[in-house]
C-alpha cells in the first residue's frame, strides 16, 4: 500500500536557493523512498550521493568550491541521503551554499547526535529542519475509511506504523522485522556512538522504559538498578532520542506548591519498537499493559499531527503529590488544554486541584469513540 506522506509538500515549500533543507527521522520510515518520490516529479535537474556509498566520502572529501562545481556541473538541486557519514557535512555544507548561486540542498539523516553536531553551528541561518516519523494516522487516513481504521486499531498498537509492516502478510514476519530493526539497526547506532560498548547496560535501561511507559522516571533509581551513574542515565536517554526512538515530556506547573515537576515521563516515537524491545507482541485480549499502549500511541500520534500540520506547541503531563493526574497538557495561544486518555468507556471528570489552579483550561476525554478526531 502506497501511503502519500505529508511532508512531500513541505518538501516543496522548503527547498530555496542557498538554504538547506534538513530531513531528519530514524531509519526505515522512509526518508529515501520519500526523497524518491519528490525527485521523480521535479523539474529541477539534480544530483543524488548516498552518505553511506565511499564514492560519495571520495568525492565530497575535498572542500573547495571549485571541487563542488566540477562535482554539481549544471546541477542547481543536491541532495544527500544519510548525510551524517559525510565528515564535516555542516562546513561543506556551508561553503556550498555561500559560494554557488542559486544551489538547492536536501540531506537527511538518520542520527540526530552526528547530523545535527556536524551542520548546528556552521548552518545558523542556512538550514530548515523538518522530521519524518513512521506513518501518521492523518496519513493512513488518505487511504482508508473510519471502519478500516477501527479495525485495524489494535495492530498499529501493537507492531506500529513502520512504513515496510504493511508490505508484510503475517505476524512472524512483523514480529521479526521489528526485532531485526531494534537488534541491527537501532542498537548499532547507539554503540557506534563515542565507541559505547555495554550494550546490556543500553538494553536494560531501554527495556525499563518500555515497562513504564508512561510513568514518571527517577534517573537516580534507574541508575542504581543499573548500576551506573545518573549522569549515564542521562547520556544514554540523550542518545535514544537523538536516534529517535524516544522522546520525553516534562511536568507542567504554574509554580503551585503541590506539582510535580522535576521527573520526565518517557514514551516511545512507535509502539512497535516498544514492544520489540519487551518482546510483548500478544493480542490486546492477553495483555495487563494495553493502558500504556494506548497512551503512547496517542501521544506519539498527536505529536506527529501538530508536525506535520504546523501546530507544535508546548506540551506537559500535570501531577500533583497528592495523586491527581492528567495525561497531556498542551499550551495554545496562552489557553491550557487538557486530555485525558482512558481505554474504556468511562467518564472521568476534570481533577479538582486542575479545576481549581486553572478554571479556564477546557479538558478533555480521549477515547476509542473520540480519538481519530485528535490525531487526524
Known sequence: MEIERSLEKELVKYIKPNKVLVLLGARRVGKTKLLEEFLSKTEEKY????????????LL???????????LGTCKLLVIDE???????????????DTIPGLKIIVTGSSAFELNNQTGEPLVGRMKTLHLFPIAQLEFAKQENGIQTQGNLEERLVFGSYPE???????????SYLKEMVNNHLLRDILAFEGIKKRDKI?????????RTGSEI????????????????????????????????????????????KMKKWYFVDNGIRNAIINAFNPLSMREDVGKLWENYLQSERKKKL???????????????????????????????????KWGNGNVKTPSEFSKSYPRAKFTLINQVNYLEYIS
Open 165 to 175: 509492516l504493511s508490505s508484510l502478510e503475517n505476524r512472524d514476519e512483523k514480529i
Open 307 to 341: 508536525a506535520y500540520t504546523g501546530k507544535e506547541c508546548p506540551d506537559y503531563f500535570w501531577r500533583t503529590h497528592t495523586k491527581q493526574e492528567i495525561d497531556r497538557i498542551e499550551e495554545q495561544n496562552s489557553k491550557l488544554f487538557a486530555y485525558e486518555y
Open 47 to 58: 544530483l543524488f550521493l548516498n552518505g553511506d556509498d565511499v564514492d560519495t566520502i571520495h
Open 218 to 261: 527517577s534517573l537516580e533509581s534507574i541508575g542504581k538498578e543499573l548500576q551506573i551513574s545518573k549522569n549515564t542515565v542521562e547520556k544514554y536517554l540523550d542518545l535514544f532520542s537523538k536516534v529517535f526512538i524516544i522522546y520525553s515530556v516534562s511536568g507542567f506547573s504554574r509554580n503551585r506548591d503541590n506539582e510535580i515537576t
Open 83 to 97: 548525510a551524517q557519514e559525510v565528515h564535516n557535512i555542516g562546513k561543506k555544507l556551508k561553503l556550498m551554499v
Open 203 to 211: 538494553i536494560s535501561l531501554l527495556q525499563m522504559l518500555a515497562f
Open 61 to 71: 572529501e575535498k572542500q573547495s568550491t571549485a571541487n563542488y562545481k566540477r562535482l
